[in-house]
């Protein structure tokens, strides 16, 4: 087995999270996610691997797998810090023309991996596009190897981007706000209720994880807030909607 590794300290890159600046920054590119995606991804990508390295430690050496990982942002983030990094993302419009090197057309349900092959599972924003959270998740732990980190993190539905681009709307129902979308755009919209978006919750979800004796739960926060980002997800009902994004650190149990 490898041995353990120190936690990185990313705070001497000046990264610091949650921070208030970390916050303002990530919320600013995702603000000019239509304009600019790259610069977007790139940010997002940085600040997710420096939450695995925090968690988990240096990623340099290690097996990563990711999965739906869209466009490759997090597998070249995970690369650029030495890892020896896969895509696993079901489809190819995601993947782009080119897709990167070392990406697999996959679904999350049916891994073409072996037991235990990974350091680091990692899985951004996929959980709300799944139908079965819970089965996805027992794939990822199945393919992480005892003592290994997994990462998770969705966008719940009483979130204020619940509704994806259809929110704030997805408060007065899903069907009402994708009309809504259709007339102010005059496109149709990406995402569908029930088709490749999913009403999932904060205190379901967190209740189904905890329940599992195949993971331990290390951090149970919201993704992107600048304080308090443990304690919000502890809050009954305010934390459908205040935690915006869950983010949970497994570790598989040996
Ligand atoms: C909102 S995108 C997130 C992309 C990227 N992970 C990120 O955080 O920017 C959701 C991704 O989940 C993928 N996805 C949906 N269902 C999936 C499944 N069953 N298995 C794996 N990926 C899936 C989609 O194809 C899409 O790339």
């Known amino acids: 087995m490898r041995p353990r590794t120190k936690a990185a300290r990313p705070e001497a890159s ?33 600040d997710a691997v420096s939450q695995v390295e925090a968690y988990g430690g240096p990623v340099s050496g290690r097996t990563v797998v990711d999965i739906g990982g869209g466009g490759g942002y997090f597998l070249e983030e995970f690369r650029r810090r030495g890892a020896d990094a896969f895509l696993f993302e079901p489809d190819p419009r995601e993947l782009g023309e080119h897709a990167p090197e070392g990406s697999v057309r996959a679904d999350g349900y049916l891994l073409p991996l072996a037991d235990g092959v990974a350091d680091v599972t990692f899985s951004s924003n996929v959980l709300e596009h799944v139908d079965d959270p819970q ?107 205040a935690t915006w994004n869950l983010l949970l650190i497994l570790r598989r149990c040996p």
Not at 162 to 172: C, K, M, Q, S, V
Not at 205 to 231: E, H, I, K, M, N
Request: proline fraction near 6%; include cysteine.
């Open 14 to 46: 000046g990264w610091k999270d949650p921070s208030l600046r970390r916050s303002v920054a990530l919320f600013r590119a995702f603000m000019g996610e239509q304009s600019d995606p790259e610069a977007c991804y790139r940010l997002l990508a940085r």
């Open 135 to 241: 089965t996805f998740l027992s794939e990822m732990v199945r393919v992480t190897r005892p003592g290994g980190l997994i990462y998770v993190s969705f966008t719940n539905w009483y979130s204020p981007w619940g509704g994806h681009e259809w929110a704030p709307w997805h408060y007065l129902g899903a069907e009402r706000a994708r009309n809504r979308y259709r007339r102010k755009t005059g496109r149709e919209a990406k995402h569908r209720l029930g088709d490749n978006l999913f009403t999932i919750h904060v205190g379901t979800t967190l209740r189904q994880v905890r329940a599992r004796p195949d993971v331990r739960v290390v951090a149970a926060r919201s993704r992107y807030w600048p304080f308090l980002a443990g304690v919000v997800t502890r809050v009954p009902l305010l934390r459908e909607f």
